[in-house]
């Protein structure tokens, strides 16, 4: 997981890991994303601490965290609170990232 910054906010599609430092569920769910990354062996989600970033939160309405926070092409597709499982977020990087499942010739 990449660490976050404002060149990567400005991008038009982006996969980004919020979340606290001190919040369990949170270490759960970075765990789900881990575990994703390493079957694909690259980084997929930008890492965001929440506490550095009170105006990204308050302008893009972050409820809770973890949150995923999906955007494509400079629209906000889905906000996920409830990671559940890999196959659970599997089911959103499909939708979104098809291009990770196409076979390489």
Known sequence: MQNINEKILEKDSV????????CGTCHV??????QIEAVHKDDLFYDMNASL????????????????FIKQNGRIEEKIYAFQSV???????????????????
């Open 53 to 68: 970033y009170p105006s990204f939160m308050q302008e893009n309405q972050i409820e809770s965290v973890p949150c995923l």
């Open 15 to 22: 996969m980004i890991f919020i979340h606290t430092p001190f």
């Open 29 to 34: 769910a970075r765990n789900i994303l881990r």
């Open 87 to 105: 196959p659970n977020i599997y089911s959103y990087i499909m939708k979104y990232r098809a291009d990770l499942f196409e076979k390489k010739s």
